[in-house]
């Protein structure tokens, strides 16, 4: 099977509510996925799209339902989420986000594939601090190959 990357901004204050992400992968909200080859990954021209970019507070605010039955959670502010995801897509048109599969880019953190209760702990308080560039092994696991931090984050 060969090795997928993705970006994603870590949720690790929902890690408890993602009960079927893919091996090796937390709460997030993805910014690119799938994105290049691991072969053809270049981090420093990763590293400028995203430099501009500010870390910013958001609010997991509420649940939503996609057609295929999947669970997610609305960020709020959702558009930080949609600005990284059309920056880096610009760069590299050739990897549209979701692989070109939906016409809108919908930021959400998905949680399941079947209906969760989770009104109860909603609204989760987040903040997005860095993007990770993640490469699936061999495996099919995927690990953190880079992190990078997002403006204002030591």
Avoid at 28 to 52: G, K, Y
């Amino acid at each position: 099977m060969p090795s997928r990357t993705a970006l994603i901004v870590p949720v690790p204050g929902a890690d408890e509510l993602v009960v079927d992400g893919p091996p090796g992968v937390g709460a997030h909200v993805t910014v690119l996925a799938w994105f290049l080859d691991p072969a053809n990954v270049d981090e420093t021209a990763i590293a400028d799209v995203l430099a501009p970019f500010p870390a910013f507070a958001f609010e997991l605010d509420s649940v939503g339902h996609f057609a295929d039955g999947t669970t997610w959670l609305h960020p709020e502010p959702s558009q930080p989420f949609a600005d990284l995801t059309n920056a880096v897509w610009r760069r590299w048109p050739e990897c549209p986000p979701y692989g070109g599969l939906h016409d809108a880019v919908v930021p959400h953190l998905t949680i399941a594939t079947a209906p969760v209760d989770v009104d109860a702990v909603l609204p989760i308080r987040c903040r997005a601090t860095e993007v990770h560039l993640l490469q699936e092994d061999a495996g099919g696991v995927f690990r953190v190959r880079r992190r990078f931090p997002l403006q204002g984050v030591a």
